[in-house]
């Protein structure tokens, strides 16, 4: 019998959207604060099914088993501005009750062969059918803004060659990655300085849209009170 994949992956779908959601409102709520939020942005997919027959293929994934020996059908990839962020993001996780921690790859500190940098939490994440409850697996990527576009090209280029780079290739791709790490490392050299100017930059807004919502309200007041000279004329005037 065929698998029917829509509904397959329908758990899988709303897991997603509920994890993003999530983890943009705890973003929300370090603006909220103020504070410097370790969290940039969020994104999140479903493995299309085509990927997903390729990797059982290339994993001898039976179908029974692909619920628990699947680890990314569910995706989300956390950004951050600071190399510090990805273990404050991951110190989040593992703190939250609405999620359990099944696994951690540190990608970062120890990368692959290739230079991908990247930390990985493999979560048990509990969705509510109709009926009753589902638990999910899903698998969480936490990088900076410079190893997602490293990742990115890496990912492209893999379809290109499929895994088998030239030698050339390869070693251009190690040495972007370092030097990608490496502007991560001086950017966390000078994190303070980034928050501070970030800071500024963001109070200096709020107070240009307060100036801007304050000088709106007077203009409505002002001809919310003042008639058309029309309306003043007189019978005779008219």
């Not at 692909?66 to 510090?84: H, K, N, P, S, Y």
């Not at 309200?217 to 009170?225: F, P, V, W």
């Amino acid at each position: 019998m065929e698998k029917n994949w829509s509904e397959f992956l329908m758990p899988y779908n709303q897991a997603v959207d509920e994890l993003k959601l999530k983890f943009r409102a705890v973003r929300k709520q370090y603006q909220t604060m103020g504070e410097h939020s370790p969290i940039e942005f969020v994104t999140g997919r479903v493995k299309p099914v085509n990927s997903i027959i390729e990797k059982m293929q290339r994993r001898y994934i039976r179908e029974e088993l692909l619920e628990t020996d699947m680890q990314d059908i569910a995706g989300v990839r956390i950004m951050v501005q600071f190399v510090d962020d990805i273990y404050e993001v991951a110190n989040l996780i593992r703190q939250r009750e609405d999620m359990r921690v099944l696994e951690e790859r540190d990608y970062v500190s120890n990368s692959k062969p290739s230079g991908y940098r990247s930390y990985h939490i493999v979560v048990e994440y509990p969705i509510q059918l109709l009926d009753h409850e589902k638990k999910i697996l899903a698998e969480i990527q936490v990088r900076t803004l410079s190893m997602n576009f490293w990742a990115t090209i890496e990912h492209s280029l893999n379809y290109k060659y499929q895994g088998e780079f030239p030698e050339d290739i390869s070693t251009r791709l190690k040495r972007t990655a370092e030097a990608s790490f490496m502007l991560d490392q001086e950017m966390s050299e000078i994190r303070e300085e980034v928050q501070e100017a970030q800071r500024i930059y963001a109070a200096g807004q709020a107070e240009n849209k307060q100036i801007t919502n304050d000088h709106s309200t007077k203009e409505r007041s002002e001809n919310q009170t003042t008639k058309p000279l029309d309306d003043n004329k007189t019978d005779g005037d008219k």
